[in-house]
């Protein structure tokens, strides 16, 4: 048998890693992480990262979801080294494997009608004993079966026991006895999923199977396929195995969408999350360098090892996930922020307009989270005059605020330069005199130039909005509506 090395496949080879989604709905978080770790491991080691859609299930696969996986990953950085495979394609190849095998004796037909395989279940849930097939086909002479229908079914080994050496979860043990003669080919010569995956992973080249630990019982019952073709045609080397735990909420249990599990989209979309930032999240989501919590594509690649992957869930914390992307929001490039920001404001900009939303990322990213809270945040920029004021706002203009305005219109229209440093004086100086404190003032002249109580710094919002516009906004407020 063909032994994978630790880091590169057979020998001389190099290391190929795959993610082999099934395209009945969108790209989730858990698959998401998946992938990422497959990536990152091929890239460490300097190999591929191929990508497969497994879309055997023909009454749920959807051109649709398809696209959504191609999207998602695109969007995290993702794509593979190659054309994505597509496992339908691939029928004949598959049947072809499974006759080699019946004709090896390594399968057989077994001819057990839909009623027969019932019943057996039946039988075995009322005595308490395992469900699976007792193999009364697995010695008979096929020519007992005539022209019925029939399937092929693995002549799965039974005695002994199989240890497959995880990466993750260590040396795990099963016994053959536990593995049933599951079916290869169905009565109507369609491969089965156990099948396709295994030819297609060797037929890929696929060196490490990095996949979630629901996956595990699987690879036992994948093994002897590997190991009977290798009797049969040599090069069937079995891959290296690393069954990562599932992500689960915040409180322990398995992650639905009431924890967050979303599809990636969801997370651009409707979350105005970033890339790097999820990117980041999902891989410190069951795995960990040290003390590191910020790490980039490029640290991941050199770093990343399935040493550092834990035996336990990981537990998704969405609040977590938005205070990282905070800070990816921070550090990202005002150029791109504002091209993002753009196309979530409910408008067209200008040429001009797209310049002031650049020149605003400065300032308003120290306050946002996400591109939503960006984009509601950039929107007083753009506001026409006058400015309709939310009840915030409003409440903020009553007493001595619409005078407290017209003595701030004065002093910021008679400013010689509309510099940071002579409008801070113009301001302090309109407090002073007036024998308040600079939130007093501060305040009124917020809500006159955003119409919200809340902004950037209100020294910067007067710096962006530009004399004649901030001139011109506060003095559409100096009056009292109620006055006529």
């Known amino acids: 048998m063909s032994a994978r090395t630790e880091t590169g496949g057979t020998p001389g080879g190099g290391v190929v890693t795959r993610f082999a989604p099934s395209p009945t709905g969108y790209l989730h978080i858990g698959g998401a992480r998946t992938a990422l770790f497959n990536y990152l491991f091929a890239r460490h080691h300097g190999g591929k990262f191929l990508l497969r859609i497994e879309d055997t299930d023909r009454a749920r696969s959807t051109d649709a979801a398809i696209e959504a996986i191609f999207d998602g990953l695109g969007w995290l950085g993702l794509e593979g080294d190659e054309e994505p495979g597509f496992q339908f394609a691939r029928q004949a190849r598959h049947a072809e494997v499974a006759h080699k095998l019946l004709a090896a004796g390594h399968a ?9 395989l019932t019943e057996l279940r039946e039988s075995q849930r009322a005595a308490g004993k395992p469900i699976r097939y007792d193999g009364r086909w697995r010695d008979r002479d096929p020519a007992e079966g005539g022209d019925k229908p029939f399937v092929v079914r693995l002549k799965a080994p039974r005695e002994g026991a199989v240890t497959i050496a995880d990466q993750v979860q260590g040396n795990v043990t099963v016994q053959n006895s536990e593995i049933d003669d599951f079916v290869l080919l169905r009565s109507d010569g369609t491969p089965t999923y156990m099948l396709a995956v295994v030819v297609d992973d060797n037929d890929m080249g ?18 002897p396929i590997y190991r009977a073709m290798q009797t049969i045609e040599g090069g069937w080397a079995e891959p290296t195995y690393a069954h990562v735990p599932l992500i ?70 969405l609040k ?66 006058p400015l309709e004021l939310d009840e915030a706002a409003t409440a903020l203009l009553g007493g001595d605020a619409r005078a407290l305005l017209t003595r701030l219109h004065g002093a910021l229209d008679a400013t010689g330069s509309w510099d940071t440093e002579e409008l801070e004086t113009a301001v302090r100086k309109v407090a002073e005199d007036s024998g308040v404190k600079l939130g007093a003032v501060a305040q009124p002249l917020r809500a006159a ?24 906004r506060i003095a559409d407020q100096m009056a009292d509506p109620a006055q006529g």
């Open 108 to 116: 057989y037909k077994c001819f057990a009608t839909p009623e027969e």
């Open 320 to 385: 977590k996930l938005e205070n990282l992307n905070g800070h990816y929001i921070r550090e990202a490039d005002d150029d791109r922020l504002a091209g993002l920001v753009a196309d979530r404001l409910p408008f067209e900009l200008l040429p001009e307009d797209r310049e002031l939303l650049r020149r605003g990322m400065a300032v308003l990213k120290v306050r946002a989270a996400n591109l939503l809270e960006l984009a509601e945040g950039a929107m007083f920029l753009f506001r026409k005059r």
């Open 248 to 317: 689960h909420g915040a409180d322990g249990a398995k992650l639905s969408k009431r924890h967050g599990a979303l599809g990636v989209d969801a997370y651009r979309d409707e979350m105005g999350l970033l890339p790097e930032a999820v990117s980041n999240y999902l891989l410190r989501l069951g795995w960990g360098h040290g003390d590191a919590e910020i790490i980039s594509r490029e640290q991941a690649i050199e770093w990343f090892s399935l040493d550092g992957v834990g035996k336990s869930p990981a537990r998704f914390d």
């Open 449 to 472: 130039l955003t119409g919200r109580r809340t902004s950037p710094g209100i020294f910067d919002v007067l710096l962006l909005l530009g004399r004649d516009e901030s001139l011109g």
């Open 206 to 223: 696929v060196t490490h199977v990095i996949r979630g630990d629901d996956h595990l019982n699987n690879a036992f019952r994948q093994l």
